[in-house]
């Protein structure tokens, strides 16, 4: 097993994303390091640790060293397309990583969450920083079931507490930033109508009985601006840009 750094990675990358690559063993967090950097579109940071894990909602993202894959890719996208699009880009460039390692079937949980067995498994963050975004992403892979968090919102899983198998993680990182490189550029020039298929086929949400601030609903679909369409009953319809979901499940 190999850690993140650029030796172990370099190997595994077939695109444009993930040069240049900044490495630290630990760090607050692998979205600092973007931060005023200077770098060009496609450059990554990634850490065996963060002592300071961002998630969303000012939340806190926490890994065991050495066992998560935790990477932050600086990206420029043109100033009109939407960020919490690029949030479900980069999800499905997750799901297809995941899919692709594990062989079993894994979905988009909007706005920006990666789930499998209804496990979440994978949690995106998208930060603008002067006119250019960060999109951070975590994802569990060789945790064991007593390092996943214990009061998180949606159930925790990792890919070996889902499927028994530990996954390297450097080349899980290789497939991922070329799966993003692809997604991000149909992204760029066609918006989320140009991934709607892949997508729509992975939506988490469609269909279940949720919460969102409280209040019930139906989650109906992803809509193809990036926006979750919901039924509220008494035939109206209503479609939210942000939101903090619960599903019953
Ligand atoms: C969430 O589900 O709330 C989003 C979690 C995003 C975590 C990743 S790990 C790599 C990058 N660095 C951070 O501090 N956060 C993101």
Known sequence: MTDLSPQAVAPHLRGRFGMPHLYEPECESTQL??????????A??????????RGRLGR???????????????????????LPELS?????AVAETVERATELAAQVKWPNDV???????AGILSELVDGSVVVGIGLNV????????????????????????????????????????????????????????????????????ITVG?????????????????????HETRAIESGEIRFER
């Open 142 to 209: 060789n945790q064991t079931r007593d390092e996943l968090p214990r009061d998180a919102l949606t159930e925790p899983g990792s890919l070996r507490t889902l499927t028994g198998t530990t996954y390297d993680r450097a080349t899980l990182l290789g497939s991922l930033l070329s799966l993003l490189e692809r997604a991000y550029g149909i992204w760029r020039e066609n918006g989320l109508d140009g991934l709607y298929g892949e997508l729509g086929a992975r939506d988490f949400l469609r269909g279940r009985r």
């Open 33 to 42: 390091l973007l931060v005023d950097s200077g770098l060009s579109e496609g």
């Open 44 to 53: 990554i940071a990634t850490t065996e640790h963060q002592t300071r894990g």
């Open 60 to 82: 806190a993202w926490a890994a065991a060293p050495g066992t998560a894959l935790l990477v932050s890719i600086l990206l420029e996208p043109r100033p009109e397309r939407r």
């Open 214 to 234: 409280g209040e019930p609903a139906t989650a109906l679909q992803i809509l193809r601006d990036g926006r979750l369409e919901l039924d509220l009953g008494a």
């Open 115 to 121: 789930m499998l067995n209804r496990r979440k498994i």
């Open 88 to 92: 479900l880009v980069a999800a499905l």
